[in-house]
């Protein structure tokens, strides 16, 4: 049973372009919530997604954007790239959309140049 | 506002004893609470959770925790530490209830190092 997968496992951006990444959720899961965990901080909810739309959001600005696919997959994605989106990007899975056993996977480390 | 308070940076203990790694949190009706451990550039795994019933929640590993409504308080505890349970951890909340349920709120994270 494949759990929550992530890619790429690492990137290197400049500012002000723009990147995507990519999520996969755990079999059976069909909620995605993306979580952005700076350097020496907790992870921080950007929004979350279910039946292909956004649920909720975070206090991120309009430069995250996401989208959920037909599959549950979900990609997160980031305009006019800062210094300070540095960070590790997580996505967790569950199932339904008020669940509260979330699932990570492993991440993908981004760095803005 | 939901919130997670880890007031410490960093636990220090000897193999062998045991630990425990504070928290506190504030949310708007009942709690869920979570811990999460995080090993170096891997993602947040799971260990244990509180939705309701016994305040005492034994998890992965030789973990328990003990819910304490009072004190706002979500202790995480092992009665005898191991080399292998340095890793980084991380307390977390969600409310019950209003539009911000399923969403986690975490806190900074606390640092265990276990020494031979």
């Known amino acids: 049973d494949a759990g929550v997968t992530q890619s790429p496992t690492h990137l290197i951006k400049t500012r002000g372009q723009q990147v995507t990444l990519r999520c996969s959720p755990k079999?059976?899961?069909?909620?995605v919530s993306w979580y952005q965990q700076a350097l020496g901080q907790g992870p921080q909810f950007i929004f979350q997604?279910?039946?292909?739309?956004?649920?909720q959001r975070g206090n991120f600005p309009d430069r995250f954007s996401g989208h959920q696919f037909p599959n549950y997959s979900s990609e997160l994605n980031v305009n006019a790239l800062l210094l300070g989106d540095s960070a590790l990007y997580l996505c967790?899975?569950?199932?339904?959309?008020?669940?509260?056993?979330?699932?990570f996977g492993p991440g993908t480390r981004l760095t803005v140049t | 506002a939901q919130s997670v308070a880890q007031p410490e940076d960093q636990v220090n203990v000897a193999e062998g004893n045991p630990l425990t790694v504070k928290c506190t949190y504030s949310?708007?009706?009942?709690?869920?609470l979570f811990w999460y451990v995080q090993y170096p550039n891997r993602g947040l795994q799971f260990l244990l959770k509180?939705?309701?019933?016994?305040?005492l929640v034994k998890g992965s590993y030789g973990f328990e925790a003990e819910f304490n409504k009072s004190q706002t308080s979500f202790h995480l505890k092992k009665p005898s530490a191991l080399v292998s349970d340095s890793a980084l951890y991380f307390c977390?909340?969600?409310?019950?209830?209003?539009?911000?349920?399923?969403?986690?709120?975490f806190g900074r994270g606390t640092q265990l190092t276990v020494w031979p």
């Open positions: 967790a899975s569950s199932l339904g959309l008020f669940a509260y056993e979330q699932y």
């Open positions: 079999s059976g899961h069909d909620t």
């Open positions: 997604y279910y039946e292909e739309e956004e649920r």
């Open positions: 949310v708007s009706g009942n709690p869920y």
């Open positions: 509180y939705i309701t019933g016994d305040n």
């Open positions: 977390a909340v969600s409310p019950d209830r209003g539009s911000t349920l399923g969403r986690l709120y």
